[in-house]
């Protein structure tokens, strides 16, 4: 499995995930910058109050323990 495909793996897993928890419109973005972060996953729900929750997320692939020297 190459880096890019683990990464889109990752990016349709959180994003599942973020829609279990009531976020809606999750936007894969790999070109958007945030402060210079570059974010992979945006995603907004709306709280009882009426204001807006943003979650930004970036994910990082680390190669397994055993494979560390």
Known sequence: MTAVHRIQ????????ILKTLGYGMVIVNDSRCFRYVTFNLTACRERED???EVVMV???I?????QIS
């Open 9 to 16: 793996v990752l990016e349709r897993e959180a994003g599942n």
């Open 50 to 52: 009426g204001t807006i």
């Open 58 to 60: 970036k994910l990082k």
């Open 62 to 66: 680390f190669p397994p323990y055993d």
